[in-house]
């Protein structure tokens, strides 16, 4: 990822992202969340009454430390299960598929003994391709700068 056009759903524009610490601990902790794919920045932002798409021109800083995840593995659940039982890491960018509602109900699952890590899998695999990009820390989010935002309500 070297520039690249980057979406985030919300119920208003964002010109200026903040990091704000929220009631839940999400996949990749604590960060300003966006995606790669504009349907599913959509399906984020059809959750508010008012429905906004933000859009940001990210340009990738080698020397920041980004963390990866190009496949869902071992390491990504681990990663993630960590995240959200509130374990910090030294991250400033974290990018991966995302443990979206019914695979965190796995996670759940799997944290609770109920299933094995190996049906974990076997469920997993049969999910939609997800995507989000964490901004972690505000060197992060000096990486990404406000384009425009698109009320989508009606659509």
Same mark, same amino acid.
């Given at each position: ?12 524009? +964002?010109?200026?992202?903040?990091? *704000?610490?929220? &009631? #839940?601990?999400?996949?990749? $902790? ?5 995606? /790669? ?43 993630? +299960?960590?995240?959200?039982?509130? *374990?910090?890491? &030294? #991250?400033?960018?974290?990018? $991966? ?5 019914? /695979? ?52």
């Amino acid at each position: 990822m070297s520039k690249q056009i980057i979406y985030h759903g919300s119920c208003c524009e +964002i010109d200026k992202p903040e990091i *704000k610490k929220g &009631k #839940y601990n999400k996949d990749f $902790g604590i960060g300003f969340y966006c995606t /790669v794919l504009e349907e599913q920045a959509r399906k984020w932002a059809k959750k508010y009454e008012t429905s906004v798409i933000n859009l940001y021109e990210y340009n990738e800083n080698p020397q920041l430390n980004i963390k990866e995840f190009t496949v869902m593995t071992e390491e990504w659940l681990d990663f993630i +299960i960590n995240c959200r039982n509130g *374990k910090e890491h &030294k #991250y400033d960018i974290v990018i $991966g598929a995302m443990a979206d509602d019914q /695979v965190y109900n796995y996670v759940t699952d799997l944290i609770a003994g109920n299933i094995t890590r190996e049906a974990f899998w076997e469920l997993a695999k049969f999910r939609h391709p997800t995507h989000q990009i964490a901004f972690c820390t505000k060197k992060a989010l000096e990486t990404i700068k406000f384009v425009k935002a698109i009320n989508i309500k009606g659509e």
